[in-house]
Protein backbone atom coordinates (compact mmCIF):
# COMPACT_ATOMS: atom_id res chain seq x y z
CA UNK A 1 0.00 0.00 0.00
CA UNK A 2 1.50 3.22 -0.96
CA UNK A 3 0.93 6.14 1.49
CA UNK A 4 2.28 10.01 0.66
CA UNK A 5 2.14 12.39 3.76
CA UNK A 6 2.46 15.96 2.22
CA UNK A 7 3.68 18.53 5.06
CA UNK A 8 4.33 22.54 4.83
CA UNK A 9 1.42 24.12 3.66
CA UNK A 10 0.17 27.12 5.95
CA UNK A 11 -0.08 31.12 5.70
CA UNK A 12 1.93 33.56 4.04
CA UNK A 13 2.06 36.96 2.92
CA UNK A 14 2.35 37.71 -0.59
CA UNK A 15 5.48 37.37 -2.06
CA UNK A 16 6.64 34.86 0.57
CA UNK A 17 8.15 31.38 0.40
CA UNK A 18 6.69 28.06 1.06
CA UNK A 19 8.42 24.70 0.62
CA UNK A 20 5.79 21.65 0.26
CA UNK A 21 7.29 17.94 0.98
CA UNK A 22 5.56 14.18 -0.12
CA UNK A 23 6.92 11.59 1.56
CA UNK A 24 6.15 8.63 0.21
CA UNK A 25 6.10 5.09 2.01
CA UNK A 26 5.36 1.34 0.17
CA UNK A 27 5.75 0.14 -3.13
CA UNK A 28 5.52 3.01 -5.29
CA UNK A 29 7.89 1.78 -7.96
CA UNK A 30 10.18 3.99 -10.28
CA UNK A 31 7.70 6.56 -11.37
CA UNK A 32 7.61 10.09 -11.53
CA UNK A 33 5.53 12.33 -9.20
CA UNK A 34 3.36 15.52 -9.35
CA UNK A 35 1.87 18.30 -7.66
CA UNK A 36 -1.94 19.42 -8.18
CA UNK A 37 -3.69 22.16 -6.09
CA UNK A 38 -7.60 22.70 -5.99
CA UNK A 39 -8.96 25.96 -5.12
CA UNK A 40 -12.40 26.41 -3.45
CA UNK A 41 -14.97 25.68 -6.22
CA UNK A 42 -12.16 24.52 -8.57
CA UNK A 43 -11.41 21.69 -9.82
CA UNK A 44 -8.06 20.14 -8.93
CA UNK A 45 -5.28 21.28 -11.44
CA UNK A 46 -1.79 19.96 -12.35
CA UNK A 47 0.94 22.31 -10.70
CA UNK A 48 4.36 20.66 -11.15
CA UNK A 49 5.54 17.00 -11.88
CA UNK A 50 9.16 15.24 -12.14
CA UNK A 51 10.23 12.32 -14.02
CA UNK A 52 11.71 9.12 -12.08
CA UNK A 53 15.37 10.17 -12.79
CA UNK A 54 14.64 14.01 -11.92
CA UNK A 55 16.14 15.27 -14.90
CA UNK A 56 12.95 16.31 -16.46
CA UNK A 57 10.32 18.40 -14.97
CA UNK A 58 7.16 20.27 -16.10
CA UNK A 59 5.06 23.36 -14.49
CA UNK A 60 1.68 24.58 -15.57
CA UNK A 61 2.45 28.20 -16.80
CA UNK A 62 0.85 30.54 -14.06
CA UNK A 63 4.10 29.00 -11.78
CA UNK A 64 6.77 28.45 -14.41
CA UNK A 65 9.72 30.60 -12.89
CA UNK A 66 8.24 30.95 -9.33
CA UNK A 67 7.97 27.51 -8.37
CA UNK A 68 10.71 24.14 -8.67
CA UNK A 69 10.30 20.54 -8.31
CA UNK A 70 12.58 18.25 -6.69
CA UNK A 71 13.54 14.95 -5.24
CA UNK A 72 15.19 12.87 -3.32
CA UNK A 73 15.59 9.08 -3.50
CA UNK A 74 17.37 8.47 -0.81
CA UNK A 75 14.58 10.11 1.51
CA UNK A 76 11.83 9.11 -0.65
CA UNK A 77 10.65 12.72 -1.09
CA UNK A 78 9.48 15.34 -3.46
CA UNK A 79 9.44 18.88 -2.61
CA UNK A 80 7.78 22.10 -4.36
CA UNK A 81 9.50 25.05 -3.28
CA UNK A 82 7.01 28.24 -4.22
CA UNK A 83 8.73 31.79 -4.25
CA UNK A 84 6.84 35.23 -5.27
CA UNK A 85 3.53 33.68 -3.90
CA UNK A 86 0.12 35.00 -5.17
CA UNK A 87 -3.18 34.86 -3.66
CA UNK A 88 -4.20 33.10 -6.53
CA UNK A 89 -1.47 30.39 -4.96
CA UNK A 90 -4.18 30.00 -2.45
CA UNK A 91 -4.82 26.41 -2.87
CA UNK A 92 -4.93 22.78 -1.14
CA UNK A 93 -2.13 21.22 -1.98
CA UNK A 94 -1.94 17.57 -3.16
CA UNK A 95 1.49 15.40 -4.08
CA UNK A 96 0.44 12.26 -6.25
CA UNK A 97 1.81 9.27 -7.42
CA UNK A 98 1.49 7.43 -10.88
CA UNK A 99 2.90 4.76 -12.60
CA UNK A 100 4.75 6.16 -15.41
CA UNK A 101 8.08 7.51 -15.31
CA UNK A 102 7.53 10.06 -17.23
CA UNK A 103 5.50 13.16 -16.76
CA UNK A 104 1.57 13.35 -17.39
CA UNK A 105 -0.69 15.61 -16.64
CA UNK A 106 -4.22 14.04 -16.12
CA UNK A 107 -4.90 13.50 -12.35
CA UNK A 108 -7.16 10.09 -14.10
CA UNK A 109 -3.59 8.91 -14.96
CA UNK A 110 -2.31 9.24 -10.91
CA UNK A 111 -3.08 6.00 -8.44
CA UNK A 112 -2.28 7.51 -5.58
CA UNK A 113 -2.81 10.56 -3.67
CA UNK A 114 -1.80 12.59 0.02
CA UNK A 115 -4.84 14.29 2.00
CA UNK A 116 -3.31 17.84 0.95
CA UNK A 117 -2.23 20.78 2.89
CA UNK A 118 -3.82 23.52 2.91
CA UNK A 119 -1.62 26.84 1.12
CA UNK A 120 -3.21 30.74 2.30
CA UNK A 121 -1.35 33.41 0.50
CA UNK A 122 -2.81 36.43 1.99
CA UNK A 123 -3.03 39.87 0.10
Known amino acids: QVQLVESGGGVVQAGGSLRLSCAAS???????MAWFRQAPGNERDFVAGINWSGDSRSYVDSVKGRFTISRDHAKRTVYLQMNSLKPEDTAVYYC?????????????????WGKGTQVTVSS
Open 26 to 32: GRTGSVA
Open 96 to 112: AVGGLRDIVRAQSLYNY
